[in-house]
């Protein structure tokens, strides 16, 4: 087929030229649309006095940290919508999740059996910008810090022998997700490939069946000899 011949079909078929054009462009506009989300993760560590780990403990003492890190969770996430996550390793971001923020006890199970054996609240947040990440994360371990000094001052705990809390890594580092100029760009070319041969494929199939068609009338009315 000539690129004339091609025009002319396009011309006639000029319905499918514009539903073809209409479908294109929505998807434009939904693949421009598409907004980067930003996430980090940070762990905070709870330490004895003298910032003494859990492996220089023994059974008895771990377990007490352990279950002190696992109350400060519990009352920090009283006074936060937190969400939780399918599985242990999840990331927030890989749930769907485009804002928002986990906080959890640190759990080296799977899925259907739990196993706290580390004095580590994971906090994970997701948002729009990385100045919301940040605020939102720095407000978490403040949190996390501020409910662990109450729990003790509120059991009597001299302040020289307070549970500390530590966080890895020492600063928040943010992570971006979502299309880049260069991949949007990518993304509308292929768009625009595969949308105009869809189109161009459609309408010269549609003219050709009804060129066919005719044909058929054509010949079933001519006369007998």
Not at 10 to 37: E, H, K, M, N, Q
Not at 76 to 96: D, H, I, M
Not at 153 to 166: L, P, V
């Amino acid at each position: 087929m000539t690129v004339l011949a091609l025009w002319r079909v396009l011309l006639a078929r000029w319905y499918v030229v514009l539903i073809g054009l209409a479908c294109t462009t929505a998807a434009f506009l939904a693949l421009d649309d598409s907004p980067r989300v930003y996430s980090a993760q940070t762990d905070v560590l709870f330490v004895l006095p003298g910032n003494v780990g859990i492996r220089g403990l023994n059974d008895g003492f771990a377990e007490t940290l352990i279950n002190f890190t696992g109350l400060v969770g519990e009352k920090v996430n009283e006074g936060r919508t937190s969400l939780k996550l399918s599985s242990p390793s999840a990331p927030l971001f890989g749930t769907g999740v485009r804002e928002g923020a986990s906080i959890s006890l640190v759990d080296a199970g799977g899925q259907w059996q739990r196993s706290f054996n580390r004095p580590v609240i994971s906090v994970q947040v997701v948002d729009s910008s990385p100045e919301n990440v940040e605020s939102v994360m720095k407000g978490i371990v403040q949190d996390i810090s501020r409910t662990a000094e109450n729990v003790q001052a509120e059991s009597g705990t001299d302040a020289s022998k307070y549970i500390t809390i530590e966080t890895a890594p020492e600063s928040i580092e943010i992570t971006s997700f979502g299309a880049t100029r260069m991949s949007t760009a990518k993304g509308l070319i292929a768009l625009t490939i595969v949308g105009g041969g869809l189109t161009i494929g459609t309408a010269v199939y549609l003219d050709r069946r009804v060129a066919n068609r005719r044909n058929r009338q054509g010949r079933s009315h001519v006369p007998a000899e």
